[in-house]
C-alpha cells in the first residue's frame, strides 16, 4: 500500500526528512508555505564552524529531495482527526489523508523592535542578524556604509534569556553566530573596533572555542560583559551604546557606525497554530512539546507525528539534520510496525 | 555652598575617547594579552591580591577601559611569583606580560 507521509515545512529538516524517506522507498509529501525551499538557512551566507556556503547545503538538500511530492506557497487550512489518521486540507485546495505527519516547521526569529531600547526600526544604523546575513549575500543594505565603518557592535540575547520579552530561555546558537559575524565584518573592515556585548559566552559546540579564541586573538574583537541598557542616536546619525561593564564595574558608554541585535529563536506561530490543529502540547518553553525530552525528542505525544529540527527548540544546522534522519527511520519502523 | 550632597565624577567609561595606542603596542610585545577571557584564575590564586588588591584579570580589563594608573598601581604589589601563569587556562605567560606592561607604561621603569 501506498502511504502518505506529510513534512510539514521545507527547511533543512523538512528536505533532510524527506531526503532519507525517498532513500528509503517512500514518495513523501512535503508542504512549505514560503514560495522556496530551504527556509532560514537559505537566508544565511556562511556556516559556522567550518565557514561553508549555505547555498550548498540547502541547494545540495534541495537536489536530492527533488523527488518528493513537494507544495510551495501552500498552508495548512484546517486538520481533521480521522479514527486512526488525519485528514490534511491544503490551502491550494487539495486533501491529503495520512496517517503520518512530520512537523519540521522550525522557528521563528525574536522580532527586535519589541526590544525598543535598543532602537531597530527606530535608529537608521541598527539591524539584525539576519539583516547582516542579507548584506553578506547581496551586498546590499544602506545601513553598512563602507567608507565609514570605524566602530560596530554586536548586542547578544536580544529577546532571549528575557522574561520580559517572554523568552526566558537561550537560544543556542546567537552567541556563536555572533563572533561568526564580528569576524566576517572584521575580515571586510580591518581597521573597525568591533565590541560583543554579551552577558555568557556559550561556546557549547565543536570548534565554538576556536572561534572565540581567533576572535579574540588573531582578530582583536572587544568581549564586554554586560547588557546593553540603551541605545540612543547623535546628531551624525551614528549610535551611542550603554552598558554596564560588569568586570570593571563601571557603566561604559560607545558610539558606533553599526549595531547589529542578534536577536533569539522563538516558536514558530505556525507551529502552535498547526499544534492546536492536531491536539499536540505546548512545552513550558513556548515550543512542541516530545514524548520526552531527552530520549524522545524527535516523538511527539500523538502516534504517528513526529518532530524533527527548531519546532522543539534551538538548534544548529548539524543537530537539526541528525533529528531529521532520526525522525525518518522512525517514520520508516513506524510503516513497517503498521504493515 | 552646601547642597546637603554631593556629586562625584563620573566613573563612566566612554570608549570614544580611550587611547589605545600603548595598548596596542603591548599587543605587539604579548599578542596573548587579547586572549584574557577575564575567567578570574590568576587573581584567585594570587598570594599578593587578598592584601593589596592585586588582581592580573582587573589589569588587563583596566588596560583596555583606558584605566591605566589604576592597572599600573594594583601592579606594584606583584611579586612576580608566577602562580598565575601556572594556572592561565588560555596558556597566557602572565608572568612576562606583567613585566612589559611595566616596559610600556612605566617609562622609568620603576
Avoid at chain 1, 4 to 21: D, K, P, R, S
Avoid at chain 1, 52 to 80: H, K, Q, W, Y
Wanted: proline share 3%; aromatic share 8%.
Amino acid at each position: 500500500m501506498k502511504e502518505n507521509i506529510v513534512i510539514i515545512g521545507g527547511g533543512i529538516a523538512g528536505l533532510e526528512v524527506a531526503v532519507q524517506l525517498l532513500d528509503l522507498g517512500y514518495k513523501p509529501i512535503v508542504i512549505e508555505k514560503r514560495d522556496r525551499l530551504g527556509g532560514h538557512v537559505a537566508d544565511w551566507n556562511l556556516l559556522f564552524p567550518d565557514m561553508i556556503p549555505a547555498r550548498d547545503v540547502v541547494g545540495n538538500l534541495i537536489a536530492r529531495a527533488s523527488e518528493a511530492n513537494i507544495f510551495l506557497n501552500t498552508e495548512i487550512s484546517f486538520v481533521n482527526k480521522l479514527k486512526d489518521s488525519y485528514n490534511i486540507m491544503l490551502s491550494n485546495g487539495i486533501s491529503i489523508n495520512t496517517r503520518i505527519i512530520v512537523m519540521t516547521t522550525g522557528f521563528a526569529l525574536f522580532d527586535a523592535a519589541k526590544k525598543e531600547e535598543y532602537g531597530y526600526g527606530v535608529y537608521d544604523q541598527v539591524m539584525t542578524n539576519k539583516d547582516l546575513e542579507h548584506w553578506f549575500n547581496t551586498g546590499d543594505d544602506k545601513r553598512v556604509n563602507d567608507s565609514a565603518m570605524n566602530a560596530v557592535g554586536f548586542v547578544h540575547c536580544v529577546g532571549s534569556r528575557d522574561e520580559k520579552a517572554r523568552n526566558p530561555q537561550c537560544s543556542k546558537v546567537c552567541c556563536i553566530t555572533a563572533i561568526k559575524q564580528a569576524i566576517e565584518l572584521k575580515q571586510r573592515f580591518p581597521e573597525a573596533m568591533v565590541y560583543c556585548f554579551y552577558m555568557d559566552l556559550r561556546m557549547f559546540g565543536k570548534k565554538y572555542e576556536d572561534f572565540y579564541i581567533n576572535a579574540q586573538r588573531d582578530y582583536g574583537i572587544r568581549f564586554i560583559r554586560g547588557r546593553v541598557s540603551e541605545v540612543s542616536e547623535n546628531i551624525d546619525g551614528r549610535v551611542i551604546v550603554k552598558a554596564e561593564d560588569t568586570l570593571s564595574g563601571k557603566p561604559v558608554k560607545v558610539t558606533l557606525d553599526l549595531l547589529v541585535l542578534m536577536a533569539g529563536i522563538i516558536c514558530n506561530t505556525d507551529s502552535t497554530r498547526l499544534a492546536n490543529m492536531v491536539s499536540l502540547p505546548i512545552d513550558s518553553d513556548g515550543f512542541l512539546k516530545s514524548r520526552d525530552n531527552v530520549a524522545e525528542i524527535i516523538e511527539s505525544p500523538r502516534d504517528g507525528i513526529f518532530y524533527a529540527g527548531a519546532c522543539t527548540g534551538p538548534k544548529t544546522v548539524p543537530e537539526t539534520l541528525a533529528e531529521a534522519r532520526a525522525a525518518a527511520l522512525k517514520v520508516h519502523l513506524f510503516i513497517k510496525g503498521l504493515k | 555652598m552646601d547642597f546637603g550632597f554631593k556629586i562625584s565624577p563620573s566613573s563612566a567609561i566612554n570608549l570614544d575617547n580611550v587611547d589605545l595606542t600603548k595598548f596596542e603596542e603591548l599587543h605587539r610585545m604579548e599578542p596573548d594579552v587579547y586572549k584574557c577571557m577575564a575567567c578570574g584564575s590568576c587573581s584567585a590564586t594570587c598570594p599578593a591580591s587578598p592584601f593589596s588588591g592585586m588582581s592580573m584579570r582587573k589589569v588587563i580589563t583596566a588596560l583596555q577601559r583606558g584605566k591605566e594608573k589604576e592597572a599600573v598601581a594594583m601592579l606594584r604589589n606583584c611579586m612576580l611569583c608566577g602562580k598565575c601563569s601556572m594556572v592561565c587556562p588560555r596558556g597566557i605567560n602572565t608572568r612576562h606580560l606583567i613585566l612589559s606592561i611595566f616596559r610600556i607604561y612605566r617609562e622609568d621603569g620603576k
